[in-house]
């Protein structure tokens, strides 16, 4: 396949789950990483550990990407990978982040919109305004700002791959999850909208909707809600962070160059009529 080795990616909500698994997939693919979350832990000189680890400059303990203030960008033989704290509902920070990545490692060519909260539960009596509004933020409207961050460079290099991750939720609905069901479909609209602006701007923007996914993040659910979400799935089992990855890589590379404002089901069959 036709890589994007040597490009530029940056992937958002990525100290874990999903974002860590895409992130790896893509640096073993040859690409420059940069690793963004919410937390970034600054640990003091621990060259030995970063040269050891499999993503260099990064590690991917859940909530916390680890780097050092003096080495925080670490050069493996093949990539460049840098760790950066960004919040992606403060836009201030957002361009600060993507003029240090443009500085130290050039134009984001790549964008992986992954962060997202998946915590507001609850039936409509008791959804709260508040939490609502958070969810829009972080899933829809941080993926919008950090689309308008890259999206100049892009346009410069005539070059440009924006991944949403959307959800199922985002094509089906979510009982008991208003907030998070609408900021998924807004994804969707969001980036069919984008693709048809960036699409003779050699833009290709595309989301992955993935069905329920083993990541720490749905380790708090019962052990019942999860046998009948298995039972629900086509396949009778959850999916895994690196078969999402895949489909990722293959949107991230050149090869998918005709593929755009694809909302691209990972599912294992979970969205399929299934009894
Ligand atoms: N796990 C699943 O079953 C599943 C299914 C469908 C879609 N998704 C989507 O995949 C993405 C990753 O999910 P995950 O399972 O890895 O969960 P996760 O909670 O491990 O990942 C979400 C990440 O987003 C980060 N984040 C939250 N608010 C942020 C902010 N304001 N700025 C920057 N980062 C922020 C968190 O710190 C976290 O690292 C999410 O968008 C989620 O909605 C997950």
Aim: glycine content about 10%; hydrophobic content about 40%.
């Amino acid at each position: 396949m036709e890589t994007s080795s040597g490009k530029v990616a940056l992937v958002t909500g990525a100290s874990g789950g999903l974002g860590s698994a895409i992130a790896s997939l893509l640096e073993a693919a040859g690409i420059n990483v940069v690793v963004t979350d919410l937390l970034v832990e600054r640990k003091d000189q621990d060259q030995t550990a970063l040269g050891k680890s499999p993503s260099a400059g990064h590690s991917m303990d859940r909530n916390c990407v680890s780097t050092d203030p003096t080495v925080s960008e670490v050069r493996t033989t093949e990539t460049k990978s840098l760790t950066l704290e960004m919040d992606v509902r403060n836009p201030q920070n957002i361009s600060e982040v993507f003029r240090r990545v443009e500085q130290d490692l050039g134009t984001v060519d790549i964008l992986v919109n992954n962060a997202g909260l998946m915590d507001n539960f609850g039936l409509m009596q008791v959804q709260n305004p508040l939490r609502w509004e958070e969810h829009l933020r972080v899933n829809l409207t941080g993926a919008f700002l950090c689309s308008k961050a890259a999206w100049t460079g892009m346009v410069k290099s005539s070059w440009g791959r924006i991944i949403n991750i959307s959800s199922i939720a985002g094509l089906m609905g979510a009982f008991g999850q208003p907030s998070y069901g609408a900021s998924k479909a807004g994804l969707i609209g969001l980036t069919r909208s984008l693709a048809l602006e960036g699409a003779t701007a050699g833009i290709t923007v595309n989301a992955v909707c993935p069905g329920l996914i083993h990541t720490d993040a749905i380790k708090s659910h019962k052990p019942e809600f999860l046998d009948r979400m298995k039972n629900r799935t086509a396949m009778r089992r959850l999916g895994t962070p690196e078969e999402v990855a895949a489909v990722v890589l293959f949107l991230a590379s050149a090869a998918a160059s005709y593929v755009t404002g694809a909302a691209i089901p990972v599912t294992g069959g979970a969205d399929l009529y299934t009894f």
